[in-house]
């Protein structure tokens, strides 16, 4: 039983990521000027909390 508590605590963050991952999907893509460009924006996509992330605390200068 532990289990399943801990599996459904996990699905609210999986489908906001999932939904952040289609929102920075759209948006790259759509910016893309090019095929390669397209490819590029992706894989923008799969690691946008990353970046997120990286430049919040750039900016916050930890």
């Given amino acids: 039983m532990p289990n399943q508590i801990k599996r459904n605590m996990a699905e609210p ?8 991952f289609i929102g920075a999907l759209v948006y790259f893509i759509q910016h893309a000027t090019s095929f390669w460009m397209g490819i590029i924006g992706f894989f923008k996509a799969l690691v946008w909390p990353a970046i997120l992330v ?9």
């Fill in 54 to 62: 990286y430049k919040l605390l750039e900016f916050l200068k930890m």
């Fill in 13 to 20: 963050s999986s489908a906001i990521y999932g939904l952040g």
